[in-house]
């Protein structure tokens, strides 16, 4: 089955510096990548996706990109704020069953 | 849209006693996903359901789980005889069709004692 790793486990970055986060993968067939954070005691929520068909996403301050030749996908998050500090995990689709999540980088963005 | 519902919230359960866990998706999605997380951990893949049909349970314990999405109604996630390591917080989360994102629900803090 799919193989999900994630790194750092942890993050800590000072307000305003960029924080990066990679991920992945085992399974060459999968196409559809997402990111998803989660605070504390709350439910995880997309905070950006790609598929294999591009190499870079943007959505503000956040962007992802993917190198499937080596099977890896990164977040980028960039001019960091408090309120980024969160859980994030990458997923990975395991097609035709089921998503695949990373263990999870824990982010703390020192004020 | 009210979003991915799961209720209830908290669960508390006895040791030897049933949990019963519903999760009503997004309208339109007919693709429903449980995950459990345990604190400080990640989210580990139990069952996949589309309507009226288990895809993929390889995540699901095969003793004392079960899981179902009828024609009508919320999907529902079933424990049986629960233990304390049962303890956990499960998320189900829903989408249109395959490979698209997954909306999640607000969780059920499954508490055993």
């Known amino acids: 089955g799919e193989n999900v790793e994630q790194h750092p486990s942890t993050l800590s970055v000072q307000e305003g510096d960029s924080a990066v986060i990679k991920c992945t993968y085992s399974?060459?067939?999968?196409?559809?990548f997402p990111w998803y954070k989660q605070e504390l005691g709350k439910r995880p929520q997309l905070i950006i996706d790609?598929?294999?068909?591009?190499g870079e996403k943007k959505d503000q301050r956040i962007a992802v990109t993917l190198n499937k030749t080596a099977k890896h996908f990164s977040l980028h998050i960039t001019e960091t704020q408090p309120e980024d500090s969160a859980v994030y995990f990458c997923a990975v689709y395991n097609y035709g069953q089921n998503f695949v999540f990373g263990p999870g980088t824990r982010l703390s963005v020192l004020p | 849209n009210a979003g991915v519902m799961q209720n209830p919230r908290h669960l508390v359960r006895r040791r030897g006693q049933e949990a019963r866990l519903r999760c009503s998706p997004m309208k339109g999605h007919s693709h429903v996903y449980w995950y459990r997380q345990l604190p400080e951990e990640g989210l580990k893949f139990m069952v996949y359901l589309q309507k009226e049909n288990i895809i993929d349970e390889s995540g699901m314990p095969k003793e004392r789980f079960s899981a179902e999405f009828p024609k009508e109604g919320p999907s529902i996630l079933r424990i049986q005889q629960v233990v304390r390591g049962d303890s956990a917080a499960y998320f189900c989360a829903s989408s249109p069709q395959i490979e698209e994102k997954l909306f999640f629900g607000s969780g059920t803090q499954l508490s055993v004692l």
């Open positions: 790609i598929r294999s068909n591009v």
């Open positions: 399974d060459s067939a999968s196409n559809y």
